[in-house]
């Protein structure tokens, strides 16, 4: 896998960057496939982000590779690894978790704007996201924005619930409140990439991001997020963070490196 010098550039200036053409288009269709399968059975980390009195279904699920094979494939024998890997320049790349998120047409509730990092029980600069697109996404059918260069500013903001239940898990941590950045930030530092079926987004753990609803009456907003930790990465159970599938057992400080969080590339 070979990530151009434009590319980690952009990735390291702004905390995101858009590729096409990475991945093998034979994805798009599989996990399309798998997405349904996990609708119709979801785990039990599963949640409905949406009002149902206003909104049709906004759906999440994280650690689907855990359970289901199709996924599991993706995770361990698609491109998103080896891309983790040459975009951060790590030796060593571990899956730390995904995450499924269908938003239906006519979904209403946005995704906040907020930070991937302070939610994880993890430390390090080498955290990154990877958003592949099963349609067609525009600013409209919920496309991702980003506060270009907010990974660099050193703060990290509270977490707070997609759904609006259990933010209490969230105390203690000691973050500031995210700032209302539609109406502090300009427009011009805002990015929402169009997308494809099959292009990619990933963006560093620290970059301010959040959705729109979908507001299309006829095209699904279909993404999933792979997240990914490098070299620098360690295990960091600090108050204030979600929970992951189950305890992994290891120490504060330590590596990744266990079946919850396996090693999947090296260079």
Known sequence: MKISATEKETYFRDGVVKISGAFDPKWVDFLRKATEESLKNPGKMAEEYG??????????????????????KFILESEAAAIAGE??????????????????????????????????KVRGE????????????????????YVKGSHNT???????????DGNDVYDGGGLQTMPDIDATVSSDDIICYDLNPGDCLIHHANTIHGA?????????RRGYATRWTGDDVCWDPREGTADVLYDPDIEPGGPLDCDLFPVVWKR
């Open 154 to 164: 050193g703060i990290r903001y509270r977490p707070q619930s997609f759904s609006g």
């Open 126 to 145: 080498q955290v990154c996201s990877i958003w592949f697109a099963m349609d067609n996404v525009t600013e409209a059918t919920g496309g991702v924005r």
């Open 87 to 120: 975009l951060m320049g790590s030796n060593k790349i571990n899956m730390f978790f995904d995450h499924l998120l269908v938003k239906e047409p006519g979904a209403v509730e946005p995704t906040p704007w907020h930070q991937d990092g302070p939610y994880w």
């Open 51 to 72: 009002d149902d009195e206003k909104s049709t279904r906004f759906f999440g699920d994280q650690f689907v590779w855990i359970r289901n094979g199709d996924f599991k």
């Open 212 to 220: 729109r609803g979908n507001a299309a009456s006829n095209t699904r």
